[in-house]
């Protein structure tokens, strides 16, 4: 067990950008990236007020900073452009190419994630790192199994060691070089597809370098049920070792979906920083509620609210009453009628022969009865 507190990691703070702190005693934060290329927002007004709407609907849902790929100076301006509007710190993902970093650190940027393997020369390195602090930003170093320095390549070609100890040694050259700059507003993440070797990089850099903060991903995890299984796997197993001062949960899906499964992880693992839980029945042949429905149309708007509440959504009265008591709010089919119930208490039974008639009456009486929580 960890045990250790890492330094921490500020980040944000220019412009209207809120400040974030990482790492020590601060709350696991979570991330995800933008899944599309943002040069049009450099000519289109439009689209510019449609990814800020996009950014505020993933803060109300949990997500504490958002990531997006720099692969050109356009994307860089684009970035920019948007920091300069938005509350929720911003990371740019920057690949081979350092000035794309440096214009990015013009802007409001608040993170730059590298790998410093593919940026070149030392010298461009420590370009970024005086850039950042110079302007009080911080850096992510990210390592992945499919960037390995030529010599640690050899070795793990010849098993003379792991693709996890390879991981981890690289991870600790780059810290190293890091340190010897004397910039330590820095987190390190070692990702790998395999769970086993994610948990085991981790581990294995944090018994090196307790003190760095961890950015905690499996990269290329897959689509959304074989992603969610495998992040949970990981996660679960170095948090409860106090390793991960943020995560994401990389999935062939949408962002919203890899905020939702970060929030849910953190969530089982008792690390939960408040916010609406939604207990739900699977739905069975008793059923007089359509469950799947109504949590197609209420989850994001749930799970979005600023209440500290438990909501139980239920099939039926066999069991959705009961198991659903301790909710504070909850709604289940009775027959052929809706029941809203608050603490296992009925307060509303809606009736209508047209099924959707039924299910819009429903969601208006259960939006009046959210209100009054
Ligand atoms: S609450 Fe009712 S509908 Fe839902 S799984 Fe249980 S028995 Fe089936």
């Not at 990089?201 to 959304?224: D, R, Y």
């Amino acid at each position: 067990m960890n045990t250790i507190k890492t330094r921490t990691v500020c980040i944000g703070g220019a412009g209207r950008t809120a400040e974030l702190k990482l790492g020590g005693v601060f709350p696991v934060a979570i991330q995800t990236m933008w899944k599309e290329g943002i040069v049009p927002v450099l000519t289109d007004e439009r689209a510019l007020f449609s990814l800020l709407d996009k950014i505020e609907a993933l803060s109300s849902l949990g997500c504490r900073l958002l990531r997006f790929a720099v692969p050109d100076i356009e994307s860089a301006e684009a970035l920019c452009l948007i920091a300069e509007h938005c509350t929720m710190p911003l990371v740019a993902d920057i690949h081979f190419d350092w000035r794309l970093a440096l214009r990015c650190l013009e802007g409001n940027v608040a993170k730059i994630r590298i790998n410093p393997g593919n940026i070149g020369s030392k010298e461009r390195v420590k370009a970024v790192v005086d850039a950042c602090r110079e302007k009080g930003r911080a850096i992510r170093i990210g390592v992945n199994a499919g960037s390995f320095p030529s010599d640690i390549a050899k070795r793990v070609e010849a098993k003379e060691i792991s693709r996890a100890e390879g991981l981890a040694l690289t991870a600790i050259r780059e810290a190293e070089v890091f340190e010897k700059l004397k910039f330590e507003n820095y987190l390190v993440s070692l990702k790998a597809s395999d769970v086993k070797e994610t948990i085991e990089a981790n581990e294995a850099f944090a018994k090196q370098c307790p003190l760095v903060p961890l950015h905690v991903g499996v990269t290329e995890a897959g689509p959304l049920i074989g992603g969610i299984v495998k992040s949970t796997l990981a996660f679960s197993h170095l948090l409860k070792e106090s390793i991960g001062a943020t995560i994401r949960v990389s999935l062939s899906a949408s962002p919203e979906d890899e905020v939702i499964a970060a929030r849910e992880i953190l969530s089982a693992c008792g690390l939960s920083t408040g916010g609406v839980k939604i207990v739900s029945c699977p739905r069975c042949g008793r059923n007089g509620f359509d469950v799947h429905g109504f949590i197609e149309r209420w989850q994001h708007k749930l799970l979005s609210m600023d209440k500290d509440i438990t909501v139980a959504v239920m099939g039926c009265v066999v069991n959705g009453r009961g198991e659903g008591k301790h909710a504070d709010i909850g709604i289940t089919g009775a027959g052929d009628s809706v029941v809203i119930f608050k603490k296992g208490k009925t307060v509303r039974t809606i009736r209508h022969k047209d099924l959707n008639l039924l299910n819009k009456n429903a969601d208006i009486a259960f939006s009046e009865e959210l209100k009054s929580l």
